[in-house]
Each structure stands twice: as C-alpha cells, then as structure tokens.
C-alpha cells in the first residue's frame, strides 16, 4: 500500500520536511516562456506556496485576516515589472479584485486588505527573514517601509491586521511552506476519487497523469508594470502543456491557451472556473463523469487538494 496522502489543511502542523526539495520550486503556467508572455501578460515565478503563521496562537494570515491555517490561507510571493517589487498573492482566491495583499493609504498606520494585484498598494511587498529566524512581512523600501502587524492602535482584535512603520516594530512570523507545485498535487474527493480533468478515477500513488500544477497569470498592464490582476490555470504536472478548460457544462482537458483555460479558484471544497456572479462549479455524475454547473445552483462535488506521499528512502 501506498503512504497516506496529505491534504493541505495538514501541512502546516506537518511543518517543513522537504526544504531542499522546496527552494528549487517554480510555479510555471505551461511549458510556454516568456516570448509569448510579453503578448499576453507577465507569466511569472513565484515561490512554492506558504503559509503566514503566529507561533503565540498557530493562527494564520488569510486575506480576511488571521484565522485557521487552511489551504485558503496559502500564499505565494511573485515578482512583478522590472522594479524588485513583489506582490503577495493568494493561491486560490478566484476573485480579482481580492487576490493580493494591498496595503491602503500612506499615514503612519495604514489598513491590510485583500485588494486588486493591479494595484499600486500590491506590488512591494517582501517576506524578509530576520536575524532572529522568524519573518516579517513588509511594504514598500527603505525607512518608509511599513511592517505587518496584528491588530492596530485604534482596534486591538487579534484577527484583523495593519501596517505601522517597521521601527515601531512587527508581528513576527514563520513561513511554512508545501510541495504543492514541486511535486504536483490531486484534485480529490472525499471517498478518494481523483479528478484527471475528464472523469474520476480511483486515486494512485503511482499513476503521475493524475498530478496537477497551480499556474499563475497576469493580465496586461498595472501600475510599475509587471501586469495587473491575477488569473489562475490547473495543468497536468506531467504534460503543462495541457490545462482543465471548461466550455458551458462541459469540462475537459485541453491548451493552457484562451479564456477557458483561465479563472480557476477553490473556496470551501469548491472547485470553480469562471468571475463574479458567472462562477461554475465541478459537479462529479453517477458514473464518475463531470461536468460544470453554475455554482449558485448549489451543486458540486467536495475536492480537497492532496499532495503525493514522502518518497520511500532506499535500504
């Protein structure tokens, strides 16, 4: 038998363990580079995605604040334009107008939200490690820099965060990160079908054609170039070439090219292609079929997304 599978909402108890396997990751949106993303947005690196934790309540950042370590509070750091700058992105918020962390205003104290990646207030961001060994999340260079901390002079709820200048000090951190994209994750139900972008199969440890990667885009444009707001593809790990497309109802594997291949988020087991109001859900069939129906139906079929087991080491 296989080694257990690991679903993400775990990996931040689980810490740590393939570090080395973890500096080398990538997120790449196909095997595509960057002659064609000149013309249709910045495809861009990112870092494997992590989790923001508080060691004092093991609470996590998450766009609406601190609260629960789950995969909805996983992020990635993505370099943006030609200006060092950054932008913090969460991995599957399908919401472009709350996909990276934006600080607003420029006082002394300013609100953290989730905001538009286009956004001047969301591309100058950094993780910086301290001397310490533990991380803090900063905006902006120099001594205008401002520094991520929990709660503010004015409310000291512990779940809401703010930026004050860095001198004042900071909320320190540790950044757990996942093999989601370097080692590819399943699309998996809860009694352990896997969706391969057609149909749903029983799992496999072994079977690679049911491994995917989280692909990140921007669109054209933006404020310090770098392109604006956030898009997100599901390519098979073994073939990037080949990403989930949905057309109406009907969902199946195709070209990582053209709108059908864009748009995709998790939220609460949803899986969802599509913006706004015109979200559709993946509904799994008696027979193992899928399809797609419109989310505000109420009807899909729970996914979690599940790493492959550790690799067995040799005798």
């Known amino acids: 038998p296989g080694t257990p599978q690991t679903p993400v909402r775990a990996m931040a108890r689980r810490g740590v363990a393939?570090?080395?396997?973890l500096a080398a990751a990538v997120l790449v949106l196909c095997a595509e580079k960057a002659n064609s993303a000149k013309k249709k947005g910045d495809r861009s690196e990112a870092?494997?995605?992590f989790f923001l934790?508080?060691?004092?309540?093991?609470m996590?950042?998450?766009?609406d604040g601190f609260g629960s370590c789950d995969m909805d509070a996983l992020w990635l750091q993505v370099p943006r334009g030609k200006h060092n700058a950054n932008s913090i992105v969460s991995l599957l918020e399908g919401d472009p107008k709350a996909s990276c962390l934006e600080r607003v205003g420029s006082g002394k104290e300013s609100k953290v939200k989730a905001g538009k990646c286009s956004k001047k207030g969301a591309k100058r961001w950094e993780v910086v490690r301290g001397e310490d060994g533990v991380y803090y999340v900063t905006e902006g260079t120099g001594k205008k820099a401002h520094c991520i901390v929990r709660g503010s002079s004015h409310d000291k709820a512990r779940n809401l965060v703010s930026t004050q200048e860095c001198r004042k000090g900071a909320t320190p951190l540790r950044r757990e990160a996942t093999t989601l994209n370097s080692e590819g994750f399943f699309l998996r139900t809860l009694d352990k079908k896997c969706f391969d972008g057609d149909t749903f199969r029983t799992c496999s440890d072994f079977d690679r054609t049911q491994l995917f990667g989280l692909g990140l885009q921007f669109t054209p444009g933006g404020i310090f170039g770098g392109g604006g707001d956030a898009t997100r593809s599901i390519f098979h790990y073994s073939t990037p070439s080949s990403c989930i497309n949905r057309s109406g109802r009907t969902v199946k594997n195709g070209q990582c090219k053209g709108n059908n291949?864009?748009?995709?988020?998790?939220?609460?087991?949803?899986?969802m292609q599509g913006k706004g109001k015109n979200k559709y859900c993946l509904v799994r069939l008696n027979d193992n079929k899928a399809e797609m129906r419109p989310c505000?139906?109420?009807v899909y079929e729970f996914i979690e997304m599940v790493v492959p087991p550790l690799p067995q080491a040799s005798a």
């Open 18 to 21: 393939r570090t080395a396997l």
């Open 47 to 49: 870092s494997a995605p």
């Open 53 to 58: 934790m508080d060691s004092s309540d093991y």
């Open 60 to 63: 996590c950042l998450r766009p």
């Open 261 to 271: 291949a864009l748009d995709w988020s998790m939220e609460g087991g949803m899986l």
């Open 296 to 298: 505000k139906e109420g």
